[in-house]
């Protein structure tokens, strides 16, 4: 019978597996198929939806979808964002489950703090600045 871990060090192996990844930007997409271009401006990524749960007034939880795209002058670092979609909508993800338990029943959510928040993950992901995160229409439902 083998010996198993116990779940601390297990976490703690996954939360180091996913700093390692995060550190080195989209190197497992290197050969990766950039995502189509979707119409408007050259220089636009568009993102796919994003989501987070808040509580309504009602006391039930609705959910928060925001729609939005990245715009990069930088053909390289936009090149290395359509690789990198999949680490940014991760990392997305991880930034608005830490915001949405924020809001206030029934109020709209921060979009300062919320475009702020994956604005720091969009530069953490690509490795550098140079891409604008970009928030197109926010549905609260």
Known sequence: MSRLRPPSLRRLAASALALAVLATPCAGFA???PAEHRGGSITFVHLPGLTANVLRATGRWGVVTIEAGLDI???KLRLRAQHCVPLLMDGYTRALAGIGPTVRPGSQPDLDRVSTALQKVTDQ???KP???FLVGSVIVN
């Open 73 to 75: 002058p930088d053909e």
């Open 130 to 132: 140079g891409a604008v």
């Open 31 to 33: 050969g990766a198929k």
């Open 125 to 127: 992901v690509l490795g």
